[in-house]
């Protein structure tokens, strides 16, 4: 969210959870990946898929030619140039029927959304609060989304993070609830630009470099608590994994260790995820 600084760059973060979620993201990838192909032939006109398939076929047929004896350098040559020129009309006439799928639109996360999600925010928060135990109170470990508005300044639309009023949770200082950050500012910010969780530590007192890393400003540093410690990260994807806003986890007054609030990270990104396949219905 706001005054922090990262024990350890964000990258590192995302480098040790993806240790354990590197093969179940590569599948995932792939899914998305096949789906998109599968559509991309499915949304196609007769023609155009046709002509794929020929290429296609043609290009199988170059192979054959080139691997098939009798084997000589121009024969080979000839082989590898149709191989090359067929894959090549492949790949353009497959890009041009990707190219005429509609774009999916992404779902605007609503009043009655915002309330259906509130209780998975809250469940990231006392899974949070459990795993740190007695050493933390209900009141110190607060949550909170924030979602992109679209703002018009002098003629240039841009976007502004804001925290959203039905998804906040232990947040008592209205001021603060109001706090407002641009993409690439604060940890929410990072987080939106991004599209990776991250978890950032407030500095203890007369250290310098937080407010340089996260770009925070000096009116958004006077209203954050200032018994902020630490705070995690976590992107709310929708439809074609579309970053829809930030979910935060953070903690008051107390410090730990940083492989402890990476487990924390890991508790909370599961209802996390949880909120992601609410809002794209599955």
Same mark, same amino acid.
């Given at each position: 969210?706001?005054?922090?600084?990262?024990?350890?760059?964000?990258?590192?973060?995302?480098?040790?959870?993806?240790?354990?979620?590197?093969?179940?993201?590569?599948?995932?990838?792939?899914? $998305?990946?096949?789906?998109?192909?599968?559509?991309?032939?499915?949304?196609?006109?007769?023609?155009?898929?046709?002509?794929? $398939?020929?290429?296609?076929?043609?290009?199988?047929?170059?192979?054959? $030619?080139? @691997?098939?004896?009798?084997?000589?350098?121009?024969k080979?040559?000839?082989?590898?140039?149709?191989?090359?020129?067929?894959?090549?009309?492949?790949?353009?006439?497959?890009?041009? @029927?990707?190219?005429?799928?509609?774009?999916?639109?992404?779902?605007?996360?609503?009043?009655?959304?915002?309330?259906?999600?509130?209780?998975?925010?809250?469940? @990231?928060?006392?899974?949070?609060?459990?795993?740190?135990?007695?050493?933390?109170?209900?009141?110190?470990?607060?949550?909170?989304?924030?979602?992109?508005?679209?703002?018009?300044?002098g003629?240039?639309?841009?976007?502004?993070?804001?925290?959203?009023?039905?998804?906040?949770?232990?947040?008592?200082?209205?001021?603060?609830?109001?706090?407002?950050?641009?993409?690439?500012?604060?940890?929410t910010?990072?987080?939106?630009?991004?599209g990776?969780?991250?978890?950032?530590?407030?500095?203890?007192?007369?250290?310098?470099?937080?407010?340089?890393? $996260?770009?925070?400003?000096?009116?958004?540093?006077?209203?954050?608590?200032?018994?902020?410690?630490?705070?995690?990260?976590?992107?709310?994807?929708?439809?074609?994994?579309?970053?829809?806003?930030?979910?935060?986890?953070?903690?008051?007054?107390?410090?730990?260790?940083h492989?402890?609030?990476?487990?924390?990270?890991?508790?909370?990104?599961?209802?996390?995820?949880?909120?992601?396949?609410?809002?794209?219905?599955?």
């Amino acid at each position: 969210m706001g005054a922090t600084e990262s024990e350890s760059d964000g990258a590192e973060h995302a480098r040790l959870d993806s240790t354990s979620s590197a093969p179940t993201e590569f599948l995932k990838n792939g899914k $998305y990946l096949l789906e998109g192909a599968r559509s991309a032939m499915r949304g196609a006109p007769p023609a155009l898929k046709a002509s794929i $398939y020929v290429t296609f076929v043609l290009a199988i047929l170059g192979l054959g $030619y080139f @691997a098939l004896p009798p084997y000589d350098s121009t024969k080979q040559f000839r082989g590898l140039v149709a191989i090359g020129v067929f894959l090549f009309l492949f790949m353009i006439l497959f890009v041009l @029927a990707f190219a005429r799928l509609p774009r999916p639109k992404v779902s605007e996360i609503t009043g009655a959304m915002r309330l259906a999600l509130r209780p998975f925010l809250d469940n @990231a928060r006392v899974s949070v609060k459990n795993r740190l135990g007695a050493a933390v109170t209900d009141d110190d470990i607060r949550a909170n989304v924030f979602l992109p508005v679209k703002v018009d300044k002098g003629g240039h639309e841009r976007i502004e993070l804001r925290m959203a009023p039905e998804l906040c949770i232990k947040m008592q200082n209205q001021a603060e609830r109001e706090v407002v950050f641009s993409p690439g500012t604060g940890a929410t910010g990072h987080a939106f630009q991004f599209g990776e969780p991250l978890i950032a530590y407030r500095n203890p007192a007369g250290l310098r470099g937080w407010d340089k890393k $996260y770009k925070i400003s000096a009116a958004q540093a006077h209203v954050i608590d200032p018994e902020l410690k630490w705070i995690i990260s976590m992107p709310i994807r929708g439809p074609g994994r579309k970053t829809l806003g930030v979910a935060n986890v953070d903690g008051l007054h107390h410090e730990f260790n940083h492989d402890v609030l990476v487990e924390c990270s890991g508790l909370a990104s599961a209802f996390v995820e949880m909120m992601s396949r609410l809002i794209m219905g599955e």
